[in-house]
T-cell receptor, first 116, second 115 residues
Framework: AQTVTQSQPEMSVQEAETVTLSCTYD???????LFWYKQPPSRQMILVIR??????QNATENRFSVNFQKAAKSFSLKISDSQLGDTAMYFC?????????????FGTGTLLAVQP | GAVVSQHPSRVICKSGTSVKIECRSL??????MFWYRQFPKQSLMLMAT?????????EQGVEKDKFLINHASLTLSTLTVTSAHPEDSSFYIC???????????FGSGTRLTVV
């Protein structure tokens, strides 16, 4: 069975600073996708960034980047120049590529608070 | 981009009644819809996967008779909470595999309160 673990229930960062959210996962599959989703107080799920497991290059999206360590099964999210609007719950998620259902498996989440 | 419209956003119902939540895919056909439940400050728990024209697949521990899922068309999936009780109060979210490279499209969620 696949599992996703986020060991930081809550984190806080000062505006304009950099913060890294941790995520580890466990799977025996070789083809999969990893995602970071953001859930602000509105509770709308928003895709932040995604990484294909077969790609060695770490994905980046503006201020958001990942450190994907496939051998270690680690997928951390770095947020640079943190903004107040980044305050949200962040979920790491995993999906087997080509699986029967393509369902997302979510981690427990990290509540990030950006302080002014 | 792909949008999933979820209604209602909030509903309050009396214990023992049934509530239907709808998710419609706009501008794309959703042959599959995932239904999640989320408790406050917790993660999304997958309840079931619906597929157009066939029976839903429920995750272990989810009561099929309590959470009825119907996916009668390529653009509409519904979740009906039958004989609702206060412990069914929660936030329910649907999600469909979207078009393009960005994976999934989520509905805006439904906050159900059973009194």
């Amino acid at each position: 069975a696949q599992t996703v673990t986020q060991s930081q229930p809550e984190m806080s960062v000062q505006e304009a600073e950099t913060v890294t959210l941790s995520c580890t996962y466990d799977t025996s599959e070789s083809n999969y996708y990893l995602f970071w989703y953001k859930q602000p107080p509105s509770r709308q799920m928003i895709l932040v960034i995604r990484q294909e497991a077969y790609k060695q290059q770490n994905a980046t999206e503006n201020r958001f980047s990942v450190n994907f360590q496939k051998a270690a099964k680690s997928f951390s999210l770095k947020i640079s120049d943190s903004q107040l609007g980044d305050t949200a719950m962040y979920f790491c998620a995993f999906m087997i590529y080509g699986g029967a259902t393509n369902k997302l498996i979510f981690g427990t989440g990290t509540l990030l608070a950006v302080q002014p | 981009g792909a949008v999933v419209s979820q209604h209602p956003s909030r509903v309050i119902c009396k214990s023992g009644t049934s509530v239907k939540i709808e998710c419609r895919s706009l501008d794309f056909q959703a042959t599959t819809m995932f239904w999640y439940r989320q408790f406050p400050k917790q993660s999304l728990m997958l309840m079931a996967t619906s597929n157009e024209g066939s029976k839903a697949t429920y995750e272990q521990g989810v009561e099929k008779d309590k959470f009825l899922i119907n996916h009668a068309s390529l653009t509409l999936s519904t979740l009906t909470v039958t004989s609702a009780h206060p412990e069914d109060s929660s936030f329910y979210i649907c999600s469909a595999p979207g078009t393009g490279p960005y994976g999934y499209t989520f509905g805006s969620g439904t906050r159900l309160t059973v009194v």
